[in-house]
């Protein structure tokens, strides 16, 4: 018998002239599901990542049976007294430039007689510690090899409060770069996503620390302090060291974002959920805004993978375009069950990529059901919002409210309509009823639930900076105008024609300075989710088309999803900090291949 | 002060390294090997041949880019900016780095060709112009990532022409940086994918 299954399955990745090497007759490309009757090569599941033309197919993914295991909850990351920590309280400085130079923190200091002075103090401390670890994504696998915050995928999850500072000591535990064979680099900068950082503790792609199991680099201890002062941007100009309260955000996330590697260090499992309250949502949901909270505030992180044989994360690392999985999961888990009880929930969605775009919805087997949407990119809106599905591309988050007291069925999935077959982005095709990745199970009688009912009391949380779109467009055109080109040149990825260079700021912004950015995509085949670190943005036109209230362009943003042929406008503001910052690509395989500029606030 | 000064003036080891036992064994890696990565049989610039992953790259660490000499414009620039990266390495390469050109046009850039214009670049030791069988160099092309999802940029060669994919067979650890990036950039890339091996 010929082993052409044998031959399919062994090589780990492949294209056309393989399968052609393989001397597979049509026939058996049919029964394999590799051609199609018109005698075009299609896609199997597994990474669907370089040219379609010369389909490199990588086996799939061993089996998982669905719904075998409960979905992990994120454990809140517990503060440590600042002596406690590993090496002793912190400085007053930190680490930049690959560990090459040591600065002091820009808004806060440490004075010899042992007290944390400066703008924003640190009122709390934490530290963790990123190792290689095992982690089991199904029951019925073997373990498979992570790199994750205190060997966790996701990491825990920090709930930060404003006017609370903190600072986080990231300890590098990982392998050493000598010994490490594989995918990743042990080496990160950790970014707090949209968080309003000062630049040493923004996780800038060259301010990398090595691991402490290479002794012998630059950083042998391994470690960095970053220090965020969880204050709204604004403060300077209302000079009062509390901000623009308009200006909260809510569902922030941490990963790392160092240069050329962050694709594969992501892929490897460094993510994590860091989620901010204040006096309006309180965590408390008899207080506030009154948003389920405790344990049913539910952050879920959700990431796709391939795996190999022996279960361990496969990454293509001849891919420039962006790679895909076929298994999804939600907290780390492959298609994990979670049991609900019957009463509102606030789940936050988030998307860490590589390179997959979200259109989440609810079905109950039968139907599509509402729920309500209540932020944007982690950003409170201000008002509820009925929806039956939400798009979330790689970075941006969206939180909702889920009503399961009014939710007939006692089985009701999250599901994935969006189809995506290339790291190109979606084409627009929405599944009916799309992937389940997580099923949602009603168990136990009727709990008591203090949060507000938004179908009988109309849900008004924050007003926007500036409510007044009008008033904002005519500032709009007063400010600075830039465009920046997300293209492919030269078979990079690239902005404004150039690629990514860490010694280059191509723009120098003066402080408080506000500007309209353009952001465009003049190519036709690839779709980008463009984020902007620092502070939110506000879309004011697509394509021309100036934002009307009901988009979900509407809102506080820090990730734009560029599609093919758009034009994005966007009013962008720059208070309180000076420093170096980044925009760029966040399908991080573009990010590694150039496609991010710096800029530099002065 | 760099990373190497640093080294060099013995600062690390006065920084007392607190080396922690590895928590889990690293995962086990199977090799590319010459499935992946193939074994075509490529002819340098100097005539010798030898196979790509046997000879060329196993247990090497490399720099690869793809060039073609009837492409004036980009071609050059990358090749003379790589001149410059070669001049920064300096003895590394031939050494613990080597660099490869690969022809777009294995067609019309024979060894001789090839020859020509590595002398017009005064091209140094360690550092091979590469070509061989269209259809054998196009599927390294694509292994090595060189290529674009869209057919018709695909056959566009200029699109291949301006990336470097820097990495460490043994380790199978790969980089992709842009091949016009500043030499001092580039090296810089280069230094942390492939760090220089230290003199204890
Ligand atoms: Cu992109």
Redesign the pocket.
Known sequence: MPDWKDKLALVAQRNRQEIVNAKLSRREMMRLGLLTSTGALVAKSGLSSRAFAQVPLTPPSPISTPWMQPMPVLPIKAPLSPSALTHGHPDGTTLIDGAGRRINHQLCAYDSTGTYSGKFPPKKFYETFVREADWKFHPSWGPSKIWGFDGMYPGPRYNAYYGEPIMVRFHNRLPSRAKHVGFGLPEFSVHLHNAHTPSESDGNPVDFINSVNDPNEVNPLGFKDQHYPNVYAGYTKLNDLRGDPSEALSSLWYHDHTIDFTAQNVYKGMVGVYTLFDDKDTGDETTGYRLPSGEFDVPIMFGDFVFDRNYQPVFDLFNSD?ILGDKFCANGAIQPYFNVKPRRYRFRLYNHGPARWYDFALYDGQKFLPFWQISSDGNLLPQALMKSKVDVAVAERVDIIVDFGKIQSSRVYLVNRLEQLDGR?PRGNILTPGTPIIQFNKVGPPVRDNSIDPMVTPLRMRTLPDPDFAALLARAERAKKRTFR?DRTNGA?AVNGKLFDPKEAIARIDQEAEEVWTIENQDDG?????HMHFEEHRILSRNGKRTSVTSSDYGRKDTIPLYRREAVEVFMRFRDMKGRYVMH???V???DSG?MVRWDIV | MNRRAFVKAGLAAAAAPLALPLTAQTATFTSRGANYFTDAVVTTHEGRQARFYTDLLKNRRVIINFVFVGCTDICDSVTQNLVAVQELLGDRVGRDIFMYSISLLPDFDTPEVLKDYAERFAVKPGWSFLTGQPAEIDLLRWRLGFADIDPERDANIFEHAAMLRIGEERLDRWAMAAALLAPESLVGTINRVLPPPRAL
Do not use: A, Y
């Open positions: 962006g982005g997300f990825w690839w779709s980008h989710p463009v690509c966040h399908n395989i573009h990010e496609m």
